[in-house]
């Protein structure tokens, strides 16, 4: 499959789907004319690819867990990658919470007091 069909099947620009081979993240082999050709498995690699820098992972993050898509063994090593993942991620999604109940108290206070009589000027100064 060439690398345009793979980017479009897989949503990905091909400049992405370029730079995860750079990565390491997806392999193609070389056709006629020097063309990339990809299996038909890319497909499914580079979502699970997005789906991974979506949760925040890094290339160098990502590359050790591929393996699992073919072999379906989970090393030790991955399987405490997977689990620092995961573990960074519930420290974002704590911080994210608490700014969004920040914002949420701000925009109650802010209807709130939407029609009161005192007012301060944003360009003063």
């Known amino acids: 499959m060439r ?3 793979v ?10 789907l370029r730079y995860y081979e750079e990565q ?10 020097g063309h990339r050709q990809y299996p038909e498995s890319a497909v ?3 979502k699970f690819i997005q789906l991974l820098y979506a949760a925040g ?7 050790p867990i591929l393996p699992f898509l073919e072999t379906l063994v989970t090393t030790p090593r991955m399987a405490r990658l997977l689990e620092d993942e995961r573990d960074r991620l519930r420290v974002r999604i704590g911080d994210l919470t608490r700014a969004h109940d ?3 108290e701000l925009i109650r206070l802010a209807a709130e007091y939407r ?3 005192a007012t301060c000027s944003a360009s003063a100064g």
């Not at 980017?7 to 091909?14: K, L, M, T």
């Open 3 to 5: 690398i345009g069909e």
């Open 7 to 16: 980017a479009e099947r897989a949503g990905v620009s091909v400049r992405a």
């Open 24 to 33: 390491g993240l997806v392999l193609a082999g070389r056709g006629a004319g």
């Open 44 to 46: 499914e690699r580079v």
């Open 57 to 63: 992972l890094t290339s160098k993050a990502i590359l």
């Open 102 to 104: 920040r914002l949420e």
């Open 115 to 117: 029609d009161s009589p």
